[in-house]
């Protein structure tokens, strides 16, 4: 038989790659299970805390699990997993017993009561006065023959609850007074844009329509009125009096101030005069007895001060009409107006 030498040069190759083969192989498995850990915890974790998750299951870790596991015994019981808080919140919420509210203890923060302290000295309201000339102006009749004017002038003391009102008003011509008001009125608010009135009003009359050597006449009413601002920003007051002579007497009033520019304002105005029965010596008659309808245009040169023209029409109405006429007095009148307002 031949054998042939076995060549060690030709076996260290085959022997080599071998060995390479297995090497690569288990350095190949070896790093997939080492890698393999570390993918399991780095997946997405949320920003808070994982035992404060609102019901979401994470994959983690064993050391994170078992300390986990550990926290967690220190939790108190809920009823829901949804919102766990720590226990330093649970026991900072704890609410007193009666009788530490009672006594006014309180936390720093009011989270366990609040006591009813007095009122902040800025929160009270301090009192004020103010003067308002509502109108300040003179008149000349359409025919151009008589001047006249009038006023109406209001001063108030007090706060947003209570104030005292002294107002007055009156009309003049040639010189001499022909009639004026004087009242003194309480003022209280009972809604955001409604208060009410009540007080005392003396009446002056220089009454042409009256039947006695003495056509002075002076009456005194007592009662209130509701004033305030209607939606769409009209500016209402009714008012109605009642005097010891059993006469009753009803005032409307409306307003509303039509801002054409920032600085001019046209403001037409309407008012009522209506009175229970005839009064002869104070002329006037039962029913709606004036109407008197005016338009004013006014320029403000600051919020406080505002000149301004208008035209006005004075119509008296029903008995007192008549009154007026039997003594042929004129029942109607038209003027042309130039005036001021204010208010300190």
């Known amino acids: 038989m031949n054998f042939q030498k076995l060549n060690g040069f030709n076996l260290?190759?085959?022997?080599?790659?071998l060995t390479v083969a297995a090497l690569l192989t288990t350095v190949a498995s070896f790093s997939s299970s080492v890698l393999a850990a570390p993918l399991e915890d780095k997946q997405p974790v949320s920003q808070h805390n994982h035992h404060n998750m609102h019901g979401t299951t994470m994959p983690m870790s064993m050391t994170n699990r078992v300390m986990d596991a550990v926290s967690m015994q220190n939790v108190p019981k809920?009823?829901?997993?949804?919102?766990?808080?720590?226990?330093?919140a649970v026991a900072h919420l704890a609410l007193p017993d009666k009788s530490q509210i009672t006594a006014g203890l309180r936390s720093p923060d009011y989270s366990n009561g609040y006591r009813n302290t007095a009122s902040h000295h800025m929160m009270s309201s301090p009192n004020f006065w103010s003067l308002d000339a509502e109108k300040l102006e003179l008149a000349r009749n359409a025919d151009g023959q008589n001047t006249s004017g009038q006023y109406e002038l209001t001063l108030w003391y007090g706060n947003d609850y209570n104030r005292l009102y002294l107002n007055t008003s009156g009309e003049f011509e040639q010189d001499n007074l022909e009639?004026?008001?004087?009242?003194?009125?309480?003022?209280?608010?009972?809604?955001?844009?409604w208060n009410t009135t009540f007080g005392l009003k003396q009446d002056y009359q220089q009454n042409d329509a009256a039947q006695d050597t003495d056509p002075k006449a002076e009456q005194t009413w007592l009662g209130g009125g509701i004033r305030g601002l209607a939606p769409y920003w009209f500016e209402l007051e009714s008012s109605i009096y009642a005097s010891l002579g059993g006469?009753?007497?009803l005032e409307l009033n409306a307003s509303y101030d039509l801002n054409i520019s920032q600085k001019l304002v046209l403001q037409p105005e309407v008012e009522l005069?209506?009175?229970?029965?005839?009064?002869?010596?104070?002329?006037?008659?039962a029913g709606l007895a004036e109407i008197k309808t005016g338009l004013r245009l006014r320029y403000e040169l600051t919020p406080q001060f505002a000149p301004y023209i208008g035209f006005e029409r004075e119509r008296l109405m029903g008995k007192t009409a008549k009154?007026?006429?039997d003594l042929e007095a004129n029942s109607s009148s038209r003027k042309i107006l130039l005036g001021i307002r204010f208010w300190y």
Do not use: C
């Open 247 to 249: 006469h009753s007497q």
């Open 78 to 88: 809920v009823d829901s997993l949804e919102h766990v808080e720590h226990p330093e």
């Open 12 to 17: 260290l190759p085959n022997t080599a790659l």
């Open 273 to 285: 005069m209506a009175y229970g029965k005839t009064d002869v010596q104070h002329g006037y008659g």
């Open 179 to 193: 009639q004026a008001s004087t009242s003194i009125m309480w003022w209280r608010p009972f809604s955001t844009y």
């Open 323 to 325: 009154l007026y006429k």
